[in-house]
T-cell receptor
Framework: NAGVMQNPRHLVRRRGQEARLRCSPM?????VYWYRQLPEEGLKFMVY????????ESGMPKERFSAEFPKEGPSILRIQQVVRGDSAAYFC????????????FGEGSRLTVL | DAKTTQPPSMDCAEGRAANLPCNHS???????VYWYRQIHSQGPQYIIH???NNETNEMASLIITEDRKSSTLILPHATLRDTAVYYC???????????FGAGTRLAVHP
């Protein structure tokens, strides 16, 4: 009974490269959330997705960031032309439906931009 | 989300009960209170939630005041592994968009 799986766990990119972070929700979960945690700061909501739909992207930076949750396969958080300020831990969570506040989080993907 | 207020830090001796308070004076009648924790560098972990009645599970107990303006998370026998940041959250907006505040940093010491 695997939990939320995120990969890679650690990713190093140089400025200007692209970063792709993947999240496989728990079995039976169709709702995915992405959060970002900058060093020594709190968790910040980024985006909430259901299969093939972005429900709330109010926390996503206006440029360079995008997210998807296709019908098949994991959810992807994509960061284009990374900058040093993108260095952070990115956490994915999933839930069974939209009305429960019980989210299951993965162990995070730690992005380091050189 | 309804605003929540928590003390920034607390200490607890190992084996003793840890009582973590949270104020949520603007909570409305159908909003739940959720508690999560984040152990250093790990993903947040759901602990417990409640609406009106006190709740207990294998991790903790949640005591909600009758007016629902505050609650207390109780770890009955704290261990060193309970050292973490604890978040009290009242999600709103019709779906579970959790907004994490600063939380309470609980240090359990021997």
């Amino acid at each position: 009974n695997a939990g939320v799986m995120q990969n890679p766990r650690h990713l190093v990119r140089r400025r200007g490269q692209e970063a792709r972070l993947r999240c496989s929700p728990m079995k039976g979960h169709s709702h995915v959330y992405w959060y970002r945690q900058l060093p020594e700061e709190g968790l910040k909501f980024m985006v909430y997705l259901q299969k093939e739909n972005i429900i709330d992207e109010s926390g996503m930076p206006k440029e360079r960031f995008s997210a998807e949750f296709p019908k098949e396969g994991p959810s992807i958080l994509r960061i284009q032309q990374v900058v040093r300020g993108d260095s952070a831990a990115y956490f994915c969570a999933s839930s069974t439906d939209r009305d429960t506040g019980e989210l299951f989080f993965g162990e995070g993907s730690r992005l380091t931009v050189l | 989300d309804a605003k929540t207020t928590q003390p920034p830090s607390m200490d607890c001796a190992e084996g003793r009960a840890a009582n973590l308070p949270c104020n949520h004076s603007t909570i409305s009648g159908n909003e739940y209170v959720y508690w999560y924790r984040q152990i250093h560098s790990q993903g947040p972990q759901y602990i417990i939630h409640g609406l009106k009645n006190n709740e207990t599970n294998e991790m903790a107990s949640l005591i909600i005041t009758e007016d629902r303006k505050s609650s207390t998370l109780i770890l009955p026998h704290a261990t060193l592994r309970d050292t973490a940041v604890y978040y009290c959250i009242v999600p709103a907006g019709g779906y579970n968009k959790l907004i994490f505040g600063a939380g309470t940093r609980l240090a359990v010491h021997p």
